[in-house]
């Protein structure tokens, strides 16, 4: 996800504490710290991961390449996008959990990710 508001919000007031209830570390690149290539960091991330977890509404060339790899891998994706977006001809086909950023927006974007959390992990993971 692109490092902004209000993607940072959704990501420590929805992703992460959503994750955590589930049992699951979520973890992004800017919680890390190193002093290699970020790109690098980013694909051994994914390379450890069980699942990916992509925000994809702003047209980021860096998160289409993440979940592109993610998808090379055959990572279990969550792409979640806020209503109303265009998405890309390539990612457009694929389940896309929409969100709105509102009060009750958040209730249904808790909700909702932690059924594809709940229905990727129920199926289990290969």
């Known amino acids: ?20 209830s589930e ?12 002093n290699g290539l970020i790109i690098s960091e980013i694909n051994q991330m994914i390379d450890q991961s069980s ?13 289409y390449y993440e979940v592109g790899y993610a998808h090379a891998l ?3 994706t969550i792409l979640v996008a806020e209503r109303g977006c265009k998405l890309p001809f390539d990612l457009s086909p694929f389940r896309v959990l929409m969100y709105e950023n509102s009060i009750d927006g958040k209730n249904r974007i808790e909700k909702g990710l932690r059924s594809h959390l709940r229905a990727i992990f129920k199926g289990g993971l290969d």
Do not use: H, W
């Not at 699942?51 to 998160?63: F, L, R, Y």
């Open 51 to 63: 699942i990916v977890i992509a925000e994809i509404t702003p047209a980021n060339p860096n998160v």
């Open 23 to 34: 049992g699951i570390e979520a973890i992004r690149v800017d919680e890390s710290f190193s």
């Open 74 to 76: 055959r990572k279990p």
């Open 1 to 20: 996800m692109q490092f902004s508001t209000p993607y940072n919000e959704l990501y420590s007031e929805v992703i992460k504490p959503v994750c955590a």
